[in-house]
Every structure is written in C-alpha cells, then in structure tokens.
C-alpha cells in the first residue's frame, strides 16, 4: 500500500509550549487528510478533516484554535497543538486519503504534556 | 448515531490457536466494514474489508463475513502465529466516503 510518514513518533513538551506534528505522503498526493486521536482503551476520535488548499472542518467539540491544521501541499499536512496541557496527552494519527476509494495511516504521535 | 463495538482485550493466544474477535455495530444506511491491524510501531494498515451483506472480507488467513442480521463483522483465523500479536480494530464507513467510525481496538499477544 502507499506510505505515509507522520513525525514525530513520540514528542514531550512542557505545559504552554505548542507542538507540530507532520504528516506526509510519500508516493502519493494527499487530496484528504484526517486527524484523529486516540485515548488510552478507546476508540480513534475524528478531530478534523482538510482538503489540500482550504480550511480544515472541524468535528464538534474539537477546538479549532488549539489544534491548528495545515495542508498547504499535496504531500504534507501538519497539526499544531498550541498551548499544551496535560490533558492534550494522547496519541494523535493522521490519514491521508488520494482521491482513491482507500487512506492510509501514519505511524501515529505519542504526546506527552509534562 | 454510528458506532463500532469490539471486544476488550487483551486476547492471549498459544500459537496454532484458533482467534475470534468480536465486532457489532450500529449504522443508518448500507455501511462498508474494516477490519485494520496495528503493528508495533506501525501506522494502521487496512487488513480486510466488506462492502453489503453476506460478503465476506479475507487476507492472510483472517476472514470477516458482514451479518447484517446480527450487525457483525467478526474476525476469524483458524491458526495464529506470534506474527500476528498487534491491535485489530474493527470500523465502519458510510456513503461510500474515507470518513471512519473506528472501535477500540483490541490488542492479540500470541505466545510461541
């Protein structure tokens, strides 16, 4: 299948500072990207969903102005998690859709806010 | 609304044992049905999927059949090996589009 390469794969950062997440398709362009997060024992959580070239749409109760989301190119669409707290603590993935019928994942970002 | 169940884990295995993980869901309309495995340190990979009833879904040894009946996506393989340890989530789409409804995963050690 196609490779997306999402970095880092694990990050710390202390409380206030505001991290950025990478994510990118590496043999294929990336019309789609999804962001989700994943909580110890539960289920992957959609946070948001961006067309390359426009704004990202946000699912409810995510807030769009502490998790910032780019896709400016067709290959690469970052998160920034401004302002971090503990709570932001989690496993964050993207997933990167070609305009086919199938996305595929990145590795995945363990967040860690001390 | 639309959601994915699947049963907890972990699941602990002997190699060469058989392996059901259990999946139901609720949906409106005709959803098309995943399953995904996550290796250690992987990104999510597709592992097999139906797309309306009675399909059944298979790759490397594992299968799937979509019950719409009972709502269930089980997944099946009749010998695992030590390979196979990873988190296998169950999930459903709608519309024929990328946007997923995931469960929780559930994690398979199996033992040599």
């Known amino acids: 299948g196609a490779v997306v390469s999402q970095h880092p794969s694990r990050v710390i950062c202390k409380s206030g500072t505001s991290v950025k997440i990478e994510c990118r398709s590496l043999?294929?362009?990336?019309?789609?990207m999804f962001w989700y997060r994943q909580f110890p024992k539960q289920s992957l959580m959609l946070m948001a969903t961006?067309?390359?070239?426009?704004?990202?749409?946000?699912e409810q109760g995510v807030e769009k102005d502490k998790f910032l989301i780019n896709h400016a190119s067709l290959t690469l669409s970052t998160l920034t998690v401004t302002s971090a707290h503990p709570e932001d603590s989690s496993f964050y993935i993207c997933?990167?859709?070609?305009?086919?019928?199938?996305?595929?994942f990145g590795q995945g970002t363990r967040l860690t806010v001390v | 609304g639309d959601s994915v169940t699947q049963m907890e884990g972990p699941v602990t295995l002997s190699e060469e044992a058989f392996l059901t993980i259990n999946c139901t869901y609720t949906?409106?309309?005709?959803?098309?049905l995943f399953w995904y495995v996550q290796y250690p340190g992987e990104g999510l990979q597709l592992l097999l999927k139906?797309?309306?009833?009675?399909d059944k879904g298979s790759n490397k040894g594992f299968e799937a059949t979509y019950r719409k009946e009972t709502t269930s996506f089980h997944l099946e393989k009749g010998s695992v090996q030590v390979s196979d340890s990873a988190v296998y989530f169950c999930?459903?789409?709608?519309?024929?589009?990328?946007?997923?409804?995931f469960g929780a995963g559930t994690r398979l050690f199996v033992k040599a």
């Open positions: 961006s067309n390359e070239g426009s704004k990202a749409t946000y």
């Open positions: 139906a797309t309306k009833a009675d």
């Open positions: 999930a459903l789409s709608v519309a024929g589009g990328f946007k997923t409804i």
């Open positions: 949906a409106t309309g005709y959803p098309s």
């Open positions: 043999d294929f362009q990336a019309t789609t």
């Open positions: 997933r990167a859709g070609g305009g086919g019928t199938e996305a595929f």
